[in-house]
């Protein structure tokens, strides 16, 4: 009998996993001898069951051949074995649907008759880091043949068994359809955050608003004219005509707007990493942005690196509302407003925009569907996408008078807090839902979860024949299919 990890019904019994079946492990044949795979039998690798989400499985991505099986360490498992990954990750559970083989990444376990092996397959998966604390190793954690089987499993009467086995999934199916509906809330708030930003920067969000307002709005070309005043005024003979937008593609605007491209409402700027081989320009107090550090979206403040006067001065810093958008990689679009002056590195353009500008506008109409399929459909087609910055300083944007802008920045803040809020309860119940199942599986394996019976067999005679069936002869390496 094994040392109990806590207290269990009276007729349960405390067992370790090789007392209640036979524990193998698995193996690959050389990879290099393309004759050891592409047979009729099946194999597994961890790497199998990455998101894989049924109980049973029949095969993986690759077959083994006869010739494969005899020339490795792999076994050819019956149907109705518990596979368990022991390394890479620890964990994943499935049972075989047919008869099966793995690699040496798991240590399996065929389950004596007395025992359901359904009830076994719930207690590995309900106990990961029982597993990951008997493990050991430096490049990753592996739990050996021996630890595994000296894994201890509290054994309940054989109906008892099957009515826990019954009760969790049913408890289980309940909470599923719940985290489906949860999901698919989330995916409709995700939808709608999108309606919010294509309605706005199509005109929509404030279409009763500019209607009551008409009278008192200055044109959005006005505006542009000014930025451009301004420049000329700044840049002197320096200056150069801008090139105009061409709309015969584009769609018509509201009233008093007008179109513009990234150039027209601000300076561009793209980023530059200091040399690292000078220690002394970074780990200053100036945030140094990188794609990762602009997940925070519209409020972004803090960096994982940082850069000195000396940095900065070897960089350009960006004032505060700064809008910074990654034009390269797989976070292309990606798009953060700073509110805390720094630098960026050469991953990102940044847009300063001018005084007749709101920032925050600008901010919403860069994650706006229009602009995000803008940079996706202009992005040099290589092994990773690039906008450069001329590329980026044409894309086009949709330009409301300034008080219009306004209007539509606190209009989105206001259906956008109210979208966050309910994302964060979604989340919450989500998180309650996953410790609930926890909950479950603990209640379960404690003999909580269905009631006793006082004439089912106690398990300590089930153990009396399972020692009697671990005395049968040890079987072959290709163990029986039937």
Not at 1 to 19: H, T, V
Not at 163 to 189: H, M, N, P, S, Y
Not at 301 to 309: A, R, V
Request: with cysteine; glycine share 6%; proline share 6%.
């Amino acid at each position: 009998m094994s040392k109990g990890l806590f207290e269990i019904p009276n007729n349960w019994y405390w067992a370790i996993l090789s007392d209640i079946g036979s524990i193998a492990a698995g193996g690959t044949p050389s990879t290099k001898d393309e004759t050891n795979f592409n047979g009729g039998i099946s194999w597994l690798t961890p790497a199998d069951l990455s998101g894989y989400r049924r109980k049973h499985i029949s095969h993986g991505n690759r077959n083994l051949s006869e010739q494969g099986l005899k020339n490795s360490s792999a076994v050819l498992l019956p149907k109705g074995s518990v596979l368990f990954s022991s390394r890479a990750p620890i964990g994943y559970v499935v049972i075989a649907e047919n008869p099966i083989s793995t690699n040496q990444g798991f240590k399996n376990i065929t389950v004596y008759e007395p025992i359901f092996n359904e009830y076994v397959y719930y207690y590995l998966k309900a106990n990961k880091r029982l597993a990951e604390k008997n493990a050991s190793g430096t490049t990753f954690l592996e739990i050996s043949a021996r630890n595994f089987s000296n894994l201890p499993i509290p054994i309940p009467p054989l109906p008892e068994q099957h009515r826990i086995v019954v009760k969790i999934e049913e408890l289980f199916t309940k909470l599923d359809a719940g985290v489906d509906a949860l999901k698919q809330v989330q995916a409709q708030l995700k939808r709608y955050r999108q309606a919010v930003l294509k309605a706005a920067v199509e005109g929509r969000l404030t279409a009763e608003w500019r209607e009551q307002h008409k009278d008192e709005l200055e044109p959005a070309d006005k505006l542009l004219e000014r930025i451009q005043e301004d420049w000329k005024s700044k840049q002197g003979k320096k200056y150069k005509e801008l090139e105009q937008v061409d709309t015969s593609d584009l769609h018509k605007l509201p009233e008093k707007w007008t179109w513009a491209n990234v150039k027209q409402i601000g300076d561009v700027i793209t980023g530059t990493t200091p040399s690292k081989s000078k220690p002394e320009f970074y780990g200053g107090e100036f945030p140094f942005y990188k794609p990762t550090d602009l997940n925070a979206g519209y409020f972004v403040k803090e960096s994982t690196d940082s850069l000195t006067i000396e940095g900065i001065s070897n960089a350009r810093l960006l004032p505060e509302d700064t809008i910074l958008v990654t034009c390269i990689g797989a976070t292309i679009g990606k798009t953060g407003l700073i509110k805390k002056p720094g630098a960026s590195n050469q991953q990102i353009n940044a847009i300063i925009p001018e005084r007749y500008i709101n920032p925050k506008f600008i901010y919403f109409l860069c994650i706006s569907p229009f602009f995000q399929n803008q940079i996706l459909s202009k992005a040099s087609s290589t092994t990773l996408p690039i906008l450069n910055k001329s590329k980026f300083e044409k894309l086009v944007l949709m330009m409301p008078p300034y008080k219009e802008q306004e209007i539509i920045v606190s209009k989105i803040e206001r259906l956008f807090s109210i979208i966050n809020e309910s994302e964060l309860v979604l989340k919450s119940e989500l998180k309650r839902a996953q410790s609930l199942r926890h909950s479950i599986l603990k209640r379960a394996f404690e003999g909580k979860l269905v009631p006793q019976d006082p004439n089912d067999e106690p398990a300590s005679f089930l153990l009396e024949r399972i020692e009697a069936e671990k005395a049968k002869p040890k079987k072959s390496k290709q163990m029986e299919m039937f």
